[in-house]
């Protein structure tokens, strides 16, 4: 019996209608590029929706980008939300945001680290609460929750070592690979009547290839700057109309760090993974290109932002010491 397809090949009438959904077998039957149009299909079918930012964080997003933004009005804002008011006090009660004095209240938070760095720190706690979440792949989503932290704080390192506005890097580097996630939770909502949605082995290839674009989208519609879409939609790519773009740059070489020092999205020898058999562990393993830029891609990036050797290898020691101190962060 032949393959049913659901949904239509891109460009086709019909494509991204709401009604592609991927059949109990289809993820072991469908080839590569069978399967990226099927998971194409899901996030940009009109009925998409990725998951629903807390409304802190969307309007922090927005007072981040005015110049007459008082403190009084960021304080009474995230007293609005007591669970990420709470997490805030417990992240900046860390000797690497509190320096030589407690922080103990909103108000002494936001003035001492400013309204960026707030706003990172809620957008952070957001992405753990509704979107590196899910029980159906809950240990790839930590992996990728781990990756996308380390991201974020290797481009932080970057932007001090080249003239790229850091303004919006920790939040490129902890959203570049939301697409993957945005993607894994939409098939774990589109199982229908499967007890499990299809087995990551068998799509983690398509995954990658699709999770660019399934970023751009999702960040499209958070509203999100447009800096930051497109590095969430080029980070792999980095050159834009014959030129690099800085911050997808910066992201790409941050990405590329993280993974070296062991902050990837493929399982390591040792991690601690409840839900994967060692056999999907293996086979995981085996797929070592996923979430890697070519060597042609970090060549342009690295040119783009004027590194020399000495930059890369400073910026790798430093990338280094936020790492390992990241696991000491409450």
Not at 81 to 100: E, P, Q, T, Y
Not at 128 to 150: C, G
Not at 296 to 314: F, N, W
Request: aromatic share 4%.
């Amino acid at each position: 019996m032949g393959l049913i397809r659901r949904g239509k090949k891109k460009g086709e009438e019909g494509y991204g209608q709401g009604r592609a959904t991927i059949a109990e077998g289809d993820d072991a039957l469908l080839d590569e590029e069978a399967m990226v149009e099927q998971l194409l299909a899901c996030v940009e079918a009109p009925d998409y929706r990725p998951p629903t930012l807390p409304a802190v964080a969307v309007e922090l997003m927005s007072l981040s980008q005015r110049t007459d933004v008082e403190i009084d009005e960021i304080v009474a804002l995230l007293e609005q939300d007591s669970f990420i008011a709470g997490r805030i006090l417990k992240m900046v009660g860390f000797a690497a945001f509190s320096g030589a004095s407690k922080i103990t209240s909103l108000r002494e938070a936001t003035m001492r680290l400013g309204l960026n760095t707030i706003r990172d720190l809620v957008m952070e706690i957001a992405m753990n609460m509704r979107v590196f979440k899910s029980p159906d792949y809950a240990d790839t989503m930590e992996l990728l929750r781990q990756h996308s932290t380390a991201t974020a704080h290797v481009s932080r390192v970057i932007c001090n070592h080249t003239s790229v506005d850091a303004e919006f890097a920790f939040l490129a580097g902890l959203l570049h690979d939301v697409g993957i996630a945005g993607v894994l939770l939409a098939l774990s909502e589109k199982k229908g009547r499967r007890k499990s949605p299809p087995d990551l082995i068998s799509i983690w290839p398509a995954v990658d290839r699709v999770h660019q674009r399934a970023g751009e989208l999702m960040a499209g519609i958070w509203e999100l700057p447009a800096d930051i879409q497109t590095a969430l939609s080029a980070h792999h790519q980095v050159i834009l109309k014959g030129e690099v773009h800085p911050l997808s740059a910066t992201v790409a070489i941050a990405n590329e760090v993280a993974h070296s020092l062991g902050r990837g999205v493929i399982p390591k020898e040792g991690d601690a993974l409840e839900e994967m058999s060692e056999d999907e562990r293996d086979c995981i393993r085996a797929h070592t290109s996923v979430d890697k830029s070519g060597k042609g891609t970090i060549k342009h990036a690295v040119e783009g932002l004027g590194l020399d050797e000495a930059a890369l290898l400073e910026i790798r020691r430093e990338a280094q010491e936020v790492i390992a101190s990241l696991s000491a962060t409450p």
